[in-house]
């Protein structure tokens, strides 16, 4: 609604980049809740409430993502969400040691695909407010000490609310 609102033009190319598969739009908890901590009965009213903003917005999920506010989820979530359609979603990936964070494998539980979002990469978008010109120097400098030679993915995540409305001019 924000984009919508203040940005009718810019909302306008964010509807054509969903409809051309060049943007993929993810499903979430209508109000953000964090979903653990809400009743099951209550995280299906809140996926199908999303779903219903997005076609009143005119856009509509394009992926099997779903993005769980706050990154907060539960065994139990990760199922629910699984059995609402979805298949896979992305985590932050600060739970677990430096050492021993999968960045060469995507996880799986309850039959939900893991992607880890880099916390330490995503973090210079969304707190440091780096430009992507300095963002691909340090990454030209600090990734080879993080994954040698091997192949590795690194996720830029956050959500939609990032830009524009928590930091201005974003």
């Known amino acids: 609604e924000f984009w919508q609102k203040h940005y009718p033009g810019t909302f306008g190319y964010f509807q054509s980049a969903c409809a051309a598969g060049k943007l993929e739009l993810l499903g979430t908890a ?9 009743p099951i009965a209550e995280t299906r009213k809140q996926i199908r409430f999303d779903e219903e903003h997005k076609i ?9 993502g779903f993005w769980f506010p706050e990154a907060a ?19 932050d990936d600060n739970s677990f040691p430096h050492h ?9 539980c309850r039959d939900m695909r893991i992607l880890l ?10 707190a440091d407010h780096i430009d992507f010109g300095t ?10 000490s993080w ?24």
Not at 117 to 126: F, Q, T
């Open 147 to 170: 994954i040698s030679a091997r192949r590795a993915y690194i996720i830029f995540a956050m959500d939609g609310e990032t830009f524009g409305e928590h930091v201005e001019g974003f």
């Open 73 to 91: 989820f539960s065994h139990d979530t990760l199922s629910e969400v699984r059995r609402a359609g979805y298949g896979w979603t992305v985590l």
């Open 117 to 126: 979002r880099s916390w330490h990469w995503s973090r210079y978008l969304w």
């Open 56 to 64: 009143r917005l005119g856009i509509r999920r394009n992926s099997s």
């Open 30 to 38: 209508r109000e953000h809740p964090i979903i653990p901590l809400i």
């Open 100 to 108: 021993e964070k999968p960045y060469d494998y995507i996880l799986v």
């Open 135 to 144: 963002l691909k120097e340090k990454m030209r400098s600090e990734l080879p």
